[in-house]
């Protein structure tokens, strides 16, 4: 089974950075940038992980997008928007579990966990799948450690068949 993002789909290979392989010449590994001051001394700086090509949109419905998977800037970890595979997806609880183990890796990679989480911005193509969806989320969360999180519907994902994209933030 495919491991990672909707890119994946398309040809892009974050799975195997995801799952510990560096076979991928398409995904860049925490590259550092720096902004600088009008004074040329470092502003920020930024780690990005994970930064995906853009595809042309075939057979798919539309260009993915140039983007990180995963950022960090003074310890605190920015993901992308994950979803389930779209190849596997399966019912509600099924892609629940799917994107938090994603969500568990990629945290992992960028130096944190999900004990660290900040926030959580979710998703659901239906609030029907609510209760389900929390029930996966609740096996998952760390109870003492449980970030802020809002819960969204969203009338469609960006593949029809997903039902649900989970965003968090991480301290490091």
């Known amino acids: 089974m495919p491991d990672f993002t909707?890119?994946?789909?398309?040809?892009?290979?974050?799975a195997g950075i995801i799952a510990g392989s560096t076979s991928s010449s398409r995904v860049a590994n925490a590259a550092e940038f720096r902004e600088q001051s009008v004074s040329g001394e470092p502003k920020m700086a930024i780690e990005r992980y994970f930064i995906q090509e853009p595809t042309s949109g075939a057979p798919f419905i539309s260009v993915t997008p140039i983007i990180s998977l995963a950022a960090a800037h003074e310890n605190i970890v920015h993901l992308?928007?994950?979803?389930?595979?779209p190849a596997h997806?399966?019912?509600?609880k099924a892609q629940t579990r799917q994107v938090l183990e994603r969500i568990d890796r990629l945290l992992g990679r960028a130096g944190?966990?999900?004990?660290?989480?900040?926030?959580?911005?979710?998703?659901?193509?239906?609030?029907?799948?609510?209760?389900?969806?929390?029930?996966?989320?609740?096996?998952?969360?760390?109870?003492?450690n449980p970030p802020v999180r809002a819960c969204l519907h969203s009338p469609q994902l960006w593949l029809p068949g997903l039902l649900v994209e989970i965003m968090v933030t991480a301290a490091k």
């Open 112 to 144: 944190t966990d999900k004990s660290k989480l900040l926030s959580a911005q979710v998703w659901l193509t239906d609030m029907a799948y609510f209760e389900e969806h929390n029930a996966a989320w609740n096996a998952w969360v760390d109870p003492k």
């Open 6 to 14: 909707r890119r994946e789909i398309a040809g892009i290979s974050a």
């Open 89 to 92: 997806p399966g019912d509600i």
């Open 80 to 85: 992308c928007g994950v979803t389930a595979d």
